[in-house]
């Protein structure tokens, strides 16, 4: 069988897309990579002429999606492994979200993934051979003040995805959740990232300090998103990939917090937490 695969990559224009549409056209693998312009979708298409492909693909029009993949794997061949990257980051606080922001959020962050999802899976299911890449955050792991819609819309990928590998592992079929921190792509770029259009004067110090700390970090993060990209390639030959992966020393840290945080609660409140059990009654012990 041969190594080469067909990489399908949403929001494949910029950030984590770009950086791993190249690195998979580098390995040898061939790549359709989807964008919501023409113009961004010519992009990908000249990484390389024989290798690189792209659609325009909008993952907020579900009606959309069985369509353009469909055409994909009828002109180009069966895909062999999916990444779900397109998204944004809504960030604030969430009484100054507009009531229509956390729908959007989840729209593109949740949703669109699912049916991206749901489009290439009976085909991986038939064949019997498939990798899904989830690209999560450490929002996903742990929520934070400012993060409530962004982080929301992560937890839902999260449990989608433990979720769906345990019905898809029995076709030989794999999914992983890409868990990054800090990277320097333009995620906190105005390009990509949006702040809630209310303004509730209770939060302005939080609101203020918040839009600070991602005007600072923009540009300075600590993350290669190049070396990201060749792992995820890495790991797309591997036979048994993790579920989760965090990337990043910042994201490894933020998840062993969140681990010794989940222990530390656990253990204080056991006693209480086990007290909602029925109690143990048997009749022929009590006639005894």
């Keep these: 069988m041969s190594d080469t695969k067909t990489f399908l990559i949403t929001g494949a224009n910029s ?4 950086a ?11 790549v359709v990579g989807t964008a919501r312009s023409a113009e961004a979708a010519a992009k990908v298409e000249a990484l390389d002429p024989e290798r690189a492909f792209a659609r325009v693909l909008d993952v907020t029009d579900f009606a959309a999606i069985p369509g353009v993949v469909g055409e994909v794997e009828h002109t180009l061949g069966p895909v062999h492994v999916l990444v779900n990257n397109a998204g944004y980051g809504q960030i604030g606080m969430f009484e100054e979200q507009e009531p229509e922001a956390p729908e959007r959020q989840f ?14 899976l009976p085909s991986m ?14 929002a996903g792991v742990r929520g934070g003040a400012g993060f409530s819609l962004f982080s929301a819309s992560k937890f839902a990928l999260e449990g989608f995805t433990e979720s769906l590998v345990q019905e898809i592992q029995p076709f030989g079929l794999h999914a992983t959740l890409v868990c990054p921190g800090y990277f320097r792509t333009d995620f906190l770029s105005e390009s990509s990232i949006r702040f809630g259009e209310r303004q509730v004067d209770a939060y302005e110090a939080l609101a203020q300090y918040q839009r600070e700390f991602v005007a ?14 060749r792992i995820l390639v890495h790991l797309s030959r ?6 989760r992966l965090p990337v990043g020393s910042d994201a490894v840290e933020a998840l062993a917090q969140k681990i010794r945080r989940l222990q530390d609660e656990l253990e204080e409140w056991r006693e209480l937490s086990v007290t909602t059990d029925y109690d143990v009654h048997c009749p022929a012990l009590s006639a005894s």
């Design 238 to 243: 591997d036979e048994n990939p993790p579920l």
């Design 20 to 30: 791993i549409a190249k690195a998979a056209v580098a390995a040898g693998h061939r």
């Design 15 to 18: 950030g984590f897309g770009f």
């Design 216 to 229: 600072d970090r923009n540009g300075q993060q600590l993350g290669d998103p190049v070396k990201l990209a």
């Design 107 to 120: 729209a593109t962050n949740v949703f669109g993934p699912m049916h991206v999802t749901r489009a290439v």
């Design 125 to 138: 299911r038939e064949r019997r051979r498939g990798l899904i890449f989830n690209i999560s955050a450490m």
